[in-house]
Nanobody, 123 residues
Framework: QVQLVESGGGLVQSGGSLRLSCAAS????????MGWFRQALRQEREFVAA????????YYPDTVKGRFTISRDNAKNTVYLQMNSLKVEDTAVYYC????????????????WGQGTQVTVSS
């Protein structure tokens, strides 16, 4: 099991940037694929980004591709989500998750989730 704690959320104007961090703990973190999801008010949780254990493979939906970048620093047990060119529709609670493989994380069928961090983009 992996414990996850997100940080870095906040209020930003449209077009601005934020960097989210997810601090992970647990003996198996470095073998896990890591991901970010988001959930806007009254909407379902949505996949945002994923990165495999080595950092060599990343995945994004079209809605954020080219604007968001996921990365990880295994020495620091931390995963990052750099968000640029933010839009009002990016407003949501962002969650970090960990899973055994890329497909499991991208589909959201994971057991380990953080508590979430709020991102609000104003117009």
């Amino acid at each position: 099991q992996v414990q996850l704690v997100e940080s870095g959320g906040g209020l930003v104007q449209s077009g601005g940037s934020l960097r989210l961090s997810c601090a992970a703990s647990g003996p198996t973190y470095r073998r896990k694929t890591m991901g970010w999801f988001r959930q806007a008010l009254r909407q379902e949780r949505e996949f945002v980004a994923a990165i495999d254990w080595s950092g060599d493979n990343t995945y994004y939906p079209d809605t954020v591709k080219g604007r968001f970048t996921i990365s990880r620093d295994n020495a620091k047990n931390t995963v990052y989500l750099q968000m640029n060119s933010l839009k009002v529709e990016d407003t949501a609670v962002y969650y970090c998750t960990a899973g055994a493989d890329d497909g499991t994380v991208v589909s959201g069928h994971t057991d380990d989730w953080g508590q979430g961090t709020q991102v609000t983009v104003s117009s």
